[in-house]
């Protein structure tokens, strides 16, 4: 089994940065997908990024260039780095990842690949 413990969430005036983390604690094979997925009011969840153990990682288009994925191996953390905030930012964080794969899904994808997730962070983003 694999826990996945987010943290990192808050509120902040557009323009801000967060940071989140997610610490997994459990069994975690070394073939690996992490991802945070988000999900704000009233809107289906989406994928925001992803970091596969193989170094592979990619951004939603709508966050590209303001947030960055990174992992930290040797702490079994993923990292949400977010820069610039919108107010349409503003949704529950969810870190999310799956074991055995070669590559991540495709993040346009709505993340029923996904074996494990966590509680989910709040960001909330104020103009």
């Known amino acids: 089994q694999v826990q996945l413990v987010e943290s990192g969430g808050g509120s902040v005036q557009a323009g801000g940065s967060l940071r989140l983390s997610c610490a997994a604690s459990g069994y975690i094979h070394s073939r690996n997908c992490m991802a945070w997925f988000r999900q704000g009011p009233g809107k289906e969840r989406e994928g925001v990024a992803y970091?596969?153990?193989?170094?592979?990682?990619s951004v939603a288009e709508s966050v590209k260039g303001r947030f960055t994925i990174s992992r930290d191996a040797a702490k079994y953390t993923l990292y949400l780095q977010m820069s610039s905030l919108k107010p349409e930012d503003t949704a529950m964080y969810y870190c999310?990842?799956?074991?055995?794969?070669?590559?991540?899904?495709?993040?346009?994808?709505?993340?029923?690949?996904?074996?494990?997730w966590g509680q989910g962070t709040q960001v909330t983003v104020f103009s």
């Open positions: 999310a990842a799956v074991l055995y794969v070669d590559g991540c899904p495709p993040l346009r994808l709505p993340g029923h690949e996904y074996n494990y």
């Open positions: 970091s596969h153990s193989y170094g592979i990682t």
